[in-house]
């Protein structure tokens, strides 16, 4: 069982490149959604997709896009990097609205010089 | 909107003692309250959960947590703390709306001393 995938695991970019996280879930769940994670501030929402063809933003989603392909995939877009991108990201899945867990990637350490 | 409140952002227990690490959370509506743990390196992986059934909810290793609503909390505990227990520990809250954000606090980190 993959459970949830998350590429590339390790990332460096320049500040204004351009890249996009991908995720993919096997587990057929609904809602999937993208975490950043620093340091002192926990895991932030940054957006997230209740079922295939909706998105909604977090808590900071600024500087980021975000594409419910299908129902398996949801991918986090950077247009132009910035150095305050830099983190980890988490990708997850959850199988009922409002009861059910999150199921996570292992993350995506991205830094931006 | 909900939020939720860790208490402690580092929390140091000798090996055998209690551990408690707490939450609070904020909620308009009734919530449903998740505890996280992750391991260095890793991705977060469920603890326990509370979905307004029973308040004192068991979960994995030997972790429990108590739902107050009164004191809207969430708390932690574990008897008897273990060197394999240091670690995160992530509180997250929902609600049961249709609007489907899950929200965490800003963790803690349990340190074993042997």
């Known amino acids: 069982n993959a459970g949830v995938t998350q590429t590339p695991k390790f990332q460096v970019l320049k500040t204004g490149q351009s890249m996009t996280l991908q995720c993919a879930q096997d587990?057929?769940?609904?809602?999937m959604y993208w975490y950043r994670q620093d340091p002192g501030m926990g895991l932030r929402l940054i957006y997230y997709s209740a079922s295939e063809g909706t998105t909604d933003k977090g808590e900071v989603p600024n500087g980021y896009n975000v594409s419910r392909l299908n129902k398996r995939e949801f991918s986090l877009r950077l247009e132009s990097a910035a150095p305050s991108q830099t983190s980890v990201y988490f990708c997850?899945?959850?199988?009922?609205?409002?009861?059910?867990?999150?199921?996570f990637g292992e993350g995506s350490r991205l830094t931006v010089l | 909107a909900q939020s939720v409140t860790q208490l402690g952002s580092h929390v140091s227990v000798s090996e055998g003692a209690l551990v408690l690490l707490r939450c609070n959370y904020s909620s308009s509506v009734p919530p449903y309250l998740f505890w996280y743990v992750q391991y260095p390196n890793q991705g977060l992986q469920l603890l326990l959960k509370y979905t307004s059934a029973a308040t004192l909810v068991k979960g994995i290793n030997g972790f429990e947590a108590e739902f107050k609503k009164s004191e809207t909390s969430f708390h932690l505990t574990k008897p008897s703390a273990h060197m394999s227990d240091a670690a995160e520990y992530f509180c997250?809250?929902?609600?049961?709306?249709?609007?489907?954000?899950?929200?965490f606090g800003k963790g803690t980190r349990l340190h074993i001393l042997p």
């Open positions: 997250a809250v929902s609600n049961m709306n249709r609007d489907d954000k899950i929200i």
């Open positions: 587990m057929n769940h609904n809602s």
């Open positions: 997850a899945s959850r199988a009922l609205l409002g009861t059910g867990e999150l199921f």
